[in-house]
């Protein structure tokens, strides 16, 4: 089973700062990467996906990056409703596996 | 509009059985893969479960392996998830989720609201 570390675990950042998040997979695995937003109460959201590609829909504030395995999803400017916990999860082979999430808090 | 709502969540006790049902619409639902995501409380997101359009090829987590069953009826847009021999680790909300094709690769581009499981005496 490919397992996928999250980091760092939660973070503190103030509106308009930069965030970066980091997804490290136990494997390689190309660009088998997604990423997703979930508030509590909510449907997760696909933010990212294919380790790159920007959801339709999704602001431009969120970018991806990364392949083999070591991934990054970044927010450029953080903003009030961006306050929640980010997932990466793998596509590559089943078992398909999450990391353990990033919970993002104000500070 | 794609929507997918699941249901049959409920109170149950341990080695007891909840059949959950999603039923989706806004899209052809034949043309793509299904899974079922579950949250324990306090705890991330994990796959329990996949089934292919066609319905002949299911996928599971070691978790659920031998206990839980995935099936579609493709004249019902719906996909449920037979869960049988329910244990307290089981307790969980379930997300019905939409396979997405991108090159290859998949993700999950629609979800439902869940539905709630608890497994207690």
């Known amino acids: 089973d490919i397992q996928l570390t999250q980091s760092p675990s939660s973070l503190s950042a103030s509106v308009g700062d930069r965030v970066t998040i980091t997804c490290r997979a136990s494997?390689?695995?190309?660009?088998?990467l997604n990423w997703y937003q979930h508030k509590s109460g909510e449907a997760p959201k696909l933010l990212i996906y294919?380790?790159?590609n920007l959801q339709s829909g999704v602001p431009s504030r969120f970018s991806g990056s990364g392949s083999g395995t070591d991934f990054t999803l970044t927010i450029s400017s953080l903003q009030p409703e961006d306050f929640a916990t980010y997932y990466c999860?793998?596509?590559?082979?089943?078992?398909?596996?999450f990391g353990g999430g990033t919970r993002v808090e104000i500070k | 509009e794609v929507q997918l709502l699941e249901s049959g969540g409920g109170l149950v006790q341990p080695g007891g059985s909840l059949r959950l049902s999603c039923t989706v619409s806004?899209?052809?639902?034949?043309?793509?893969?299904m899974s079922w995501v579950r949250q324990a409380p306090g705890k991330g997101l994990e796959w329990v479960s996949a089934?292919?359009?066609?319905?002949?090829?299911?996928y599971y987590a070691d978790s659920v392996k031998g206990r839980f069953t995935i099936s579609r009826d493709n004249s019902k847009n719906t996909v449920y998830l037979q869960m049988n021999s329910l244990r307290a680790e089981d307790t969980a909300i379930y997300y019905c989720?939409?396979?997405?094709?991108?090159?290859?690769?998949?993700?999950?581009?629609?979800w439902g609201q869940g539905t709630l499981a608890t497994v207690s005496s």
């Open positions: 494997q390689s695995m190309s660009r088998f």
């Open positions: 294919a380790a790159s």
């Open positions: 089934v292919a359009k066609s319905g002949t090829t299911t």
């Open positions: 989720a939409k396979e997405g094709l991108f090159g290859g690769k998949s993700h999950f581009d629609y």
């Open positions: 806004g899209f052809t639902f034949t043309n793509f893969a």
């Open positions: 999860q793998q596509s590559y082979s089943t078992p398909l596996t």
